[in-house]
């Protein structure tokens, strides 16, 4: 039995593989979109407490991390926010801005997995669901596709499986294993916008575990303003969200506790309250609990009138630069999205494509772009799936 003929197969009907998908349909080509899942955009469904934060207004290319920076420019330069939401709007889904440019549904995500799917209904494209890849193979100029009890063949495959993050939906490493098995390389793929987990020599602060504040927290470089989470392991919340991705293992992370706190406000505080204890002064600034374990671990227990101002300065640099030195992550079954992946050395920032495989490409999570917390990584797999779907 022959191969049935196609334009381009797809691999992955999550947000970037769909949007290739209508995009390349739109365009009049044959498309056949395949997944193992029986059902598209899963990541998309559980976005955003159910809401989907589908882009960010912000989205420009240094808030994404690639091996190479510069990879993100033209995807993101020809497909922007304001695309996006322009097709949200014609399809007449109601928005809202959050808080940092994060834009939401007002109803359900799956508003956004309806609208893609008629944009992919309007290209015709075909759809295969629940049907788990055999085999590919490459022969001349064209790819071949086994799965399920079918077969197919197309000039482009369009690799958009995503990463090995949130395995519980079908996540898994596939785009990796067959990117190296056409040529390209992979930049190690770890754990990102994920909870960090700390040692029982910290056990003091997991006894804080639902205790939240805003702080900065900064690794490396990096610096993020946003609230941070005690949890029973470690760390979370979008401050820790944010830098995990920037975290190495073995390296530590600060914590500025009290980022509105001007210089000297412990010396303040003691003129203006001099018998009140540190705690309290943290408490009147900080959670309770919090304020509680900090002073704990700063050992000042006498009252601010008996603490020379040096013991105070120094309380006050500890607090603004705490810390900590995670033993790890809650790994890829917490983790939001992958840093890492298919090495964009190998692809065309305009097209996606292979530069060595005509007709080849990669797209979405499966690459080494990864955005910041906030809608960025969907804008990514937006802009990304539409210079590919332009192209195939």
């Known amino acids: 039995m022959r191969p049935e003929p196609f334009d381009a197969i797809i691999l992955g009907a999550g947000g970037a593989g769909l949007m290739c998908a209508a995009v390349a349909g739109r365009r009049g080509r044959r498309v056949l979109l395949v997944d193992h899942s029986d059902a598209p955009g ?3 469904l559980i976005s955003g407490g159910g809401r989907c934060n589908f882009t ?9 991390l690639s091996a190479n920076p510069h ?16 097709l949200v709007e014609r399809h007449r889904i109601a928005w809202h801005e959050k808080t940092l440019g994060q834009l939401f549904c007002d109803g359900s995500a799956r508003q956004i997995v309806a609208m893609l799917m008629d944009e992919c209904d309007r290209g015709r494209v075909e759809l295969a669901l629940g049907h788990p890849v055999r085999d590919i193979a490459h022969n001349d100029a064209s790819f071949r596709l086994a799965f399920g009890a079918r077969t197919a063949e197309a000039p482009a495959l369009v690799i958009a499986t995503g ?12 785009a990796y294993d067959l990117a190296r098995r056409f040529g390209l390389k992979v930049v190690e793929p770890r754990p990102a916008l994920v909870p960090l987990t700390l040692s029982r020599e910290e056990a003091l602060f997991h006894a804080l575990s639902g205790v939240s504040t805003e702080v900065v927290a900064s690794a490396g470089k990096a610096a993020f303003r946003e609230a941070a989470l005690f949890t029973h392991r470690g760390l979370s919340g979008p401050a820790i969200l944010q830098i995990s991705s920037y975290w190495r293992p073995g390296e530590p992370i600060s914590i500025d506790f009290l980022p509105e706190a001007k210089p000297g ?10 018998r009140a204890a540190l705690k309290t ?3 009147r600034r900080l959670p309770e609990r919090l304020a509680e374990a900090l002073a704990e671990r700063l050992a000042l227990a006498a009252e601010l009138a008996n603490l020379p101002d040096r013991k105070l300065e120094e309380a006050e640099r500890r607090l603004a630069h705490w810390r900590f030195t995670p033993n790890g992550t809650e790994g890829f079954a917490k983790a939001e999205v992958t840093v890492g992946g298919i ?25 080494d772009v990864t955005g910041w917390l906030g809608g960025y990584n969907f804008q990514w797999a937006w802009a990304s799936g539409v210079a ?5």
Do not use: C, Q
Request: hydrophobic share 45%.
């Open 281 to 283: 002064a943290l408490a």
């Open 163 to 174: 990463g090995p993050s949130i395995p519980k939906l079908g996540a898994t490493g596939f």
């Open 56 to 64: 960010n207004l912000h989205a420009a290319p240094d808030r994404f």
């Open 388 to 392: 590919a779907g332009e192209a195939v």
């Open 42 to 44: 899963k990541k998309i």
């Open 265 to 274: 406000w412990l010396r303040e505080a003691k003129r203006s309250t001099p």
């Open 71 to 86: 990879f993100a420019v033209s995807a993101l330069a020809r497909y922007t926010p304001a695309d996006f939401l322009g």
């Open 343 to 367: 090495a964009t050395a190998g692809l065309s920032s305009k097209s996606m494509a292979a530069r060595h495989l005509p007709g080849l490409y990669a797209i979405g999570e499966a690459v």
